[in-house]
């Protein structure tokens, strides 16, 4: 949590901040205080304290802002740091680690991280092996709901439900993927129902029941590349809250060990009209993100890293490789902006594989649906590998270099005989009278 006191070390303000003095500060009635420097609370506190602090580690040789993401900065092939007001990550070689830990000597709220690190009840442990993330003990804390039959009655207070659904959506963003859909999907239902609350108490036992960290190990710099997989959950018929995209962005090596970098499990920012509509914008979500990720890390490691995109809709697949035309218009722009993305280069490879090994089976729907979402997911954190079996495969070299065959041009219907005229034989029309 942000101290009101960090604000305090930013630069000298222009203009300063009046405020009344609250009753808990014990002074006299109508006290007002004059702040010279930014004050909790304000909207532009953190701005100025962000331009405080970056003027202190651009002090670091050899560093410059991501061109990524404004609150981290980096020197190539050495270290990198990650600030959000006073809360500050940072790793590389011992050189630059005593570079950064000069510079925040200078603050006397901020406080490096490294090792074994908490926040809101999730605890990341750092060993030889890599980086862990538990959420065991956030979990174990949380207390089921209490149920009364008939399930099918709507729950006389939905904030319960929300207030759980809400704490298991920071565990599905921050440790375990497999619940997030579920989370996310209780955590906007708009009139829940006994058998929610269900569905809630299973998806909490199922955290407790398979008790899986989330394991960042050490991958080869040489074979990184980025995996996404993308799915969509839903048809023009279903309900809006029914209608969900996910997607998943890991970064894998030759040995197909992988760290997740990212996930979501969201209802459309847009309306799909069909599920194939549904699929591109799952995928161009996904490459979206995972491009803002893959510029930090080839920033930081000075070499190229390719990006995979994969898919279980063949009709999506079909699409981006080829040069039909989507009949569902409200994915159009989604396609132009993949193929282009494919031409260029931005994404390596688009694979189509099935829809019983896809990862993003389980971000597109809860564990309680109708068919259950595939094990693909569950697998590839206990195994800690992730290697899926794939149907059809484009790169973009492919695409830009392979023949195709020319579209065939629309048949025409044959031209009605013209009258005849009388020069050629035939005779004139009579005459209209106008």
């Not at 304290?49 to 061109?67: A, E, G, K």
């Not at 993330?133 to 804390?141: F, L, Q, S, V, W």
């Not at 194939?276 to 080839?298: I, P």
């Not at 490789?321 to 218009?329: E, L, Y």
């Given at each position: 949590m942000i101290g009101p006191g960090a604000y305090l070390q930013s630069d000298r303000l222009t203009d300063p901040v009046y405020a009344w003095a609250p009753p808990e500060a014990g002074l006299p009635d109508g006290t007002v205080?004059?702040?010279?420097?930014?004050?909790?609370g304000k909207n532009n506190?953190?701005?100025?304290?962000?331009?405080?602090?970056?003027?202190?580690?651009?002090?670091?040789?050899?560093?410059?802002?991501?061109?990524?993401?404004?609150?981290?900065?980096?020197?190539?092939l050495r270290g990198a740091i990650s600030t959000h007001v006073d809360d500050t990550l940072n790793a590389g070689d011992p050189a630059f680690l005593a570079s950064v830990a000069t510079v925040l000597k200078s603050y006397s709220t901020h406080r490096p991280d490294h090792g074994d690190i908490q926040f809101a009840g999730i605890t990341a442990r750092t060993d030889n092996s890599g980086?862990?993330?538990?959420?065991?003990?956030?979990?174990?804390?949380?207390?089921?709901?209490p149920l009364s039959p008939p399930l099918s009655s709507p729950l006389p207070d939905p904030k319960a439900l929300h207030s759980l659904?809400?704490?298991?959506?920071?565990?599905?963003?921050?440790?375990?993927?497999?619940?997030l859909t579920n989370a996310a999907h209780l955590a906007k239902l708009p009139n829940p129902a006994g058998a929610d609350a269900r569905r809630a108490n299973d998806t909490l036992a199922a955290v407790a029941l398979h008790p899986i960290s989330l394991h960042y190990p050490p991958l080869d710099p040489a074979s990184l590349c980025f995996d996404v997989y993308a799915d969509y959950s839903g048809s023009a018929t279903s309900p809006l809250y029914r209608r969900q995209p996910g997607y998943l962005i890991t970064l894998v090596d030759a040995s197909r060990r992988f760290s997740f970098l990212?996930?979501?499990?969201?209802?459309?920012?847009?309306?799909?009209?069909?599920?194939?509509?549904?699929?591109?914008?799952?995928?161009?979500?996904?490459?979206?993100?995972?491009?803002?990720?893959?510029?930090?890390?080839?920033?930081?490691?000075s070499r190229r890293i390719p990006l995979a995109a994969y898919t279980d809709s063949s009709a999506a697949y079909d699409?981006?490789?080829?040069?039909?035309?989507?009949?569902?218009?409200t994915g159009k722009n989604d396609l132009f902006i993949f193929r282009r993305s494919l031409l260029s280069g931005s994404i390596h490879t688009i694979s189509l594989i099935q829809g019983a090994d896809n990862p993003a089976d389980a971000l597109s729907k809860p564990l309680y649906a109708r068919p259950a979402p595939n094990p693909a997911l569950t697998n590839a954190l206990l195994a800690g590998k992730l290697h899926v079996p794939v149907i059809s495969c484009t790169t973009s070299a492919g695409y830009r270099t392979a023949p195709r065959d020319a579209a065939p041009s629309p048949r025409r219907a044959p031209r009605p005989p013209s009258p005849a005229r009388a020069d050629e034989g035939g005779v004139c029309p009579?005459?209209?009278?106008?």
């Open positions: 205080w004059k702040f010279h420097r930014a004050m909790y506190a953190c701005r100025h304290f962000h331009f405080n602090t970056q003027s202190h580690f651009l002090t670091i040789p050899d560093i410059t802002v991501s061109s990524a993401f404004d609150t981290i900065y980096l020197v190539v980086i862990d993330c538990d959420a065991g003990p956030y979990a174990a804390a949380l207390t089921p709901l659904a809400a704490k298991l959506l920071w565990v599905g963003r921050v440790d375990r993927p497999d619940v990212h996930w979501a499990s969201h209802l459309p920012h847009r309306v799909c009209r069909g599920s194939c509509a549904g699929e591109l914008l799952a995928l161009a979500d996904a490459v979206a993100a995972a491009l803002a990720v893959r510029l930090l890390l080839q920033e930081l490691l699409l981006v490789t080829s040069f039909k035309d989507a009949t569902d218009m009579p005459p209209r009278d106008l």
